[in-house]
């Protein structure tokens, strides 16, 4: 890393960033999920679609990418996701997407990974898309939304899936979205400032109440956007919460919120890190930039306001990743 004086070398200093990243939060929009569910998309965001979702390619992304030092960037699709209403509707999309990604990451080797898409609420489709996701595409690991059809991810129908995936020992990352109940709770004001990153903590909550969790031991979980309002409320989650948690969580609330993963997209501030660091050691902790929703260039710069040792900066940027996700060539 380039250092200006003897003190920014054990300092991020105020423009330090690792020399080459890793991106475990970066998104895909594949010509044809844009075509068939334009109208559901801009219906998801108050009406409007913002030019990122209408002027992404890949190769603006690897332009993007190139700039900013990110090797390697893991694949997922935002929130809508491809649940509309239709079971086979929905494992068709979920099928092309991740056929669309592999495909990225085959044409461009060591440039893409792959969180593959699932068509959940349908559990049967879902438990046929992780097999085909794992052992035809190789997939990096799974992207879930934090809800479905307004049934969070430790809602008893999904059980199958989660049995599935923690069987097979896998890495999930946790995109957020708004649930239908939240979507016109405050009119005029967009869902992605407040319920946005709190149904990241809806997500987590219903994990913990239903003892997905703990049940699921060998799940890696990735959280989004430094956890959303999650590392904030632990405090309350543990203080109120209901007596049958003892029984679902017995290792305790802290505990399970340790094993989680946290990734940094739009969290460039110091309080959402300070928060964070508190909750979890610098090895649970990811660059991601929620690209192309937002600049790559914010997460980017982000890490400098955060006054990290180089050691740490490289860790979030590089090291981490690749320890949680050995099976990525950005190391080639």
């Not at 097979?168 to 990352?173: D, H, L, P, Q, Y």
């Amino acid at each position: 890393m380039a250092t200006s004086t003897k003190t920014d070398s054990k300092r991020g200093g105020a423009h330090a960033a690792p020399q080459r990243l890793i991106d475990v939060h970066h998104h895909i929009i594949p010509p044809f999920y844009l075509a068939e569910n334009r109208e559901r998309i801009a219906g998801s965001r108050g009406g409007a679609i913002t030019p990122a979702w209408l002027e992404w390619t890949p190769e603006k992304a690897l332009i993007a990418m190139d700039e900013h030092s990110v090797a390697t960037a893991v694949l997922s699709l935002s929130s809508p996701g491809v649940w509309f209403g239709n079971a086979e509707q929905a494992r068709n999309t979920s099928r092309r997407s991740n056929e669309y990604g592999a495909e990225l990451g085959r044409k461009h080797p060591g440039r893409f990974g792959l969180f593959a898409t699932l068509p959940l609420p349908d559990a049967d489709g879902s438990l046929r898309e992780i097999e085909h996701a794992f052992e035809v595409l190789k997939a990096d690991g799974i992207g879930l939304l934090t809800c479905y059809a307004d049934k969070w991810l430790g809602d008893p129908s999904y059980e199958p899936v989660f049995e599935e995936l923690d069987r097979r020992k896998a890495v999930v990352f946790v995109h957020p979205t708004t649930p239908t109940c939240c979507q016109t709770l405050m009119p005029g004001v967009a869902t992605v400032v407040a319920e946005v990153p709190q149904d990241t903590t809806r997500a987590v909550i219903s994990m913990l109440y239903s003892g997905t969790l703990a049940r699921c031991k060998n799940i890696r979980f990735i959280l989004s956007h430094a956890g959303g309002t999650l590392p904030v409320i632990a405090g309350r989650i543990v203080n109120y919460a209901p007596p049958l948690l003892a029984k679902n969580a017995p290792q305790g609330v802290e505990h399970e919120l340790k094993r989680f993963y946290y990734d940094l997209a739009i969290s460039g501030n110091r309080p959402a890190f300070a928060a964070l660091a508190r909750l979890v050691p610098m090895s649970q902790i990811l660059f991601g930039s929620d690209h192309p929703y937002r600049p790559l260039v914010e997460s980017v710069e982000g890490m400098s306001n955060f006054n990290l040792s180089a050691a740490d900066l490289r860790a979030i940027g590089w090291y981490n990743a690749l320890a949680l996700l050995p099976t990525l060539e950005a190391v080639r």
